[in-house]
């Protein structure tokens, strides 16, 4: 059975930072790209980054980049988030998700609240 | 980017009736366009990927079509479970975008 167990989430003031982590079992880890996507009531969904099954290619979201960073280590079937320079904007659930480009599983996410 | 546009933002439906949902893109997809259902607390769950192939263990009441800007979810006969919010997404160019949600609500 597919896993996806995200942690790491909570609550960081403004201008913090925070790394979430994917703990992926079930598959093959290096089969896959893994993707990080947040869901707001008022945004809806939003695809944050994703990661080529090698760590060799990243894509981000403008909203991201340069503040968000997607890593893996496929030793530890694991993909990870670090986000930098946190906003009151970025407060959302956050889910990791197989796929580069629609996303069959899903983890059942974890909140992340910036405020101060 | 591409802006995906989805109506209406909410259907009310009664168990047993026919539900079509729409998504618009600004620029075309071709077929590059999956369908997602979520409920809440719950992560979204792939119903539809390339317009209109069915996610594994999908029930065939669920169907999707279109080509290119215009595309459609249809749920033939709408079951309890069935009420929740969808979601439209493309994946035909970086980076990827979702629409804003259609909830289906119980009339």
Known sequence: EVQLVESGGGLVQPGGSLRLSC??????????????????????????????????????????????????????????????????????????????FYFEYWGQGVLVTVSS | EIVMTQSPTTLSVSPGERATLSCRADQSVTSNLAWYQQKPGQAPRLLIYGASTRATGIPARFSGGGYGTEFTLTISSLQSEDFAVYHCQQYNDWPLTFGGGTKVAIK
């Open chain 1, 23 to 100: 703990a992926a079992s079930g598959f093959t880890f290096t089969d896959y790209w893994m993707t990080w996507v947040r869901h707001t009531p008022g945004k809806g969904l939003e695809w944050l980054a994703s990661i080529k099954r090698d760590g060799g290619e990243k894509k981000y979201a403008d909203s991201v980049k340069g503040r968000f960073s997607i890593s893996r280590d496929n030793a530890r079937n694991s993909l990870y988030l670090h986000m930098n320079s946190l906003r009151a904007e970025d407060t959302a659930v956050y889910y990791c998700a197989t796929g580069p």
